[in-house]
């Protein structure tokens, strides 16, 4: 199978970057707090900071393009990613695997690019383990019963997937102090603009 998230090859020694290098800044909290909104936000209007596309065995829901909102792949083709270590993490939830192309995030962080990812507690402890210098972001919502009200108010999915995103939620909520930095989704553009302002943050 061919391998679909390849990069052109790290630069020489002595390639000059663009800018210097910069650190991976990762997003996480529980399902509905609000994570893709605040990302589509900052893409809308700073298009230079870099959201990683995950690869995912997935079936694609209506309105989603492969290489979009994500890489989506058969069983097969994302065993194939783990045992070559492509994937700077993955996940299973709901019976479906989400991984991170390792390949794209090192390119861009070496030409000195923003880079966001946006992934879920167990990716986010991978990252930890194998990019210790990345900021950690937690995004939480303002209290239980409005992340209650999101999950149960999407009507896109059966009680029983929501019921598993709730038990998800409570774990995730409670690793929040293995994190950097949380910021409270009370308003999308004030947490958009917090969580830029860290991205964009010059690296000593």
């Known amino acids: 199978m061919p391998n679909d998230f390849a990069e052109s090859a790290p630069p020489a020694p002595g390639t000059p970057r663009t800018g210097p290098a910069r650190r991976l800044t990762v997003l996480s909290g529980p399902s509905g707090v609000g994570k893709s ?27 989603e393009t492969d290489g979009v909102e994500y890489h989506f792949t058969d069983d097969a083709g994302f065993d194939r990613m783990v045992a070559e270590g492509e994937l700077l993490e993955w996940a299973e939830f709901a019976g479906n695997r989400y991984g991170t192309p390792r390949r794209p995030v090192e390119e861009r ?31 939480a919502p303002p209290t239980w019963e409005e992340l209650v009200r999101r999950l149960t108010g999407r009507g896109t999915e ?47």
């Open 158 to 204: 059966p009680p029983e997937v929501i019921q598993r995103r709730l038990d998800a939620a409570r774990v995730e909520l409670a690793a929040e102090k293995e994190f950097d930095v949380t910021l409270v989704n009370t308003s999308v553009s004030e947490v958009r603009d917090e969580l830029l302002a860290l991205i964009l943050e010059p690296q000593v």
């Open 37 to 63: 909104t605040v990302v589509r936000e900052i893409r809308a209007h700073h298009p230079e900071v870099w959201l990683s596309v995950s690869a995912t065995t997935r079936a694609p829901r209506p309105g």
């Open 109 to 139: 962080l070496r030409r000195g690019e923003p880079v966001l990812l946006e992934i879920d507690l167990q990716g986010a402890r991978q990252v930890r383990a194998t990019m210790p210098e990345a900021l950690q972001v937690f995004l």
